[in-house]
């Protein structure tokens, strides 16, 4: 266990649903992440934040949505996805986002839209 | 734009094999390599952490290098066993960007 943790951990949603995915960290990080691997392709990164600040938004479609109440919980909110969107998401935690920094992942949400 | 690429893409061995595995990168002004490993359907886990001042990390079995000036680092695991066999990822955080690039990984299967 990496001590980060993702709920659910599978989720098939219609393009029309609204979802959120969960993320929790024990680890006492200050700095979180969702990234994004379709298959075939490497891992992308969406979103980081720190000490509940957005920080980075790598040009991501509206559809998703994050939200950090709290430097141990991040979500992504998700509404009117595409098919296309179906992939592993998988939220990371490091201590702070500077750069010597190890970023420890959870398990992944495995997302099907139909 | 960094680019990174690992080779092979796939690897299959008998068990107690070393073996190496490549990542290559094309901007050498970075902060830090890590290296990953990712079982199916799983999310990623730490093996090694590399800073840019550094040549190479050790965990148990593993060593990773780090060639900068050349865009290099490899990943060497000794006497491999079957619990080996995942993908093994590595990341590259670009000076200035604070930002992981991936590559697409080699799927390595170890032979009882």
């Known amino acids: 266990e990496t001590g980060v943790t993702q709920t659910p951990r599978h989720l098939v949603m219609g393009m029309t649903n609204k979802k959120s995915l969960k993320c929790e960290q024990h680890l006492g990080h200050n700095a979180m992440y969702w990234y994004k691997q379709s298959a075939k392709k490497p891992l992308e990164l969406m979103f980081v934040y720190s000490l509940e600040e957005r920080v980075e938004n790598n040009s991501v479609p509206s559809r998703f949505s994050p939200e950090c109440p709290n430097s141990s919980h991040l979500f992504l909110h998700l509404h009117t996805l595409q098919p296309e969107d179906s992939a592993l998401y998988l939220c990371?935690?490091?201590?702070?986002?500077?750069?010597?920094?190890?970023?420890?992942f959870g398990p992944g949400t495995r997302l099907t839209v139909l | 734009k960094q680019e990174v690429t690992q080779i092979p893409a796939a690897l299959s061995v008998p068990e107690g094999e070393n073996l190496v595995l490549n990542c290559s990168f094309t901007?050498?002004?970075?902060?830090?390599l890590q290296w990953f490993r990712q079982d199916p359907g799983k999310g990623l886990t730490s093996l090694l952490l590399i800073q840019s001042s550094q040549r190479e990390q050790t965990s148990g079995r593993l060593n990773a290098s780090l060639d900068k000036s050349s865009g290099r680092s490899t990943l060497y695991i000794a006497a491999s066993q079957p619990g080996d066999s995942a993908t093994y990822l590595c990341?590259?955080?670009?000076?200035?960007?604070?930002?992981?690039?991936f590559g697409t990984g080699t799927r390595l299967k170890v032979l009882a």
């Open positions: 901007d050498s002004a970075i902060y830090n």
């Open positions: 990371a935690s490091s201590q702070d986002r500077w750069r010597e920094n190890e970023q420890f």
């Open positions: 990341a590259v955080m670009t000076s200035g960007t604070y930002k992981y690039i």
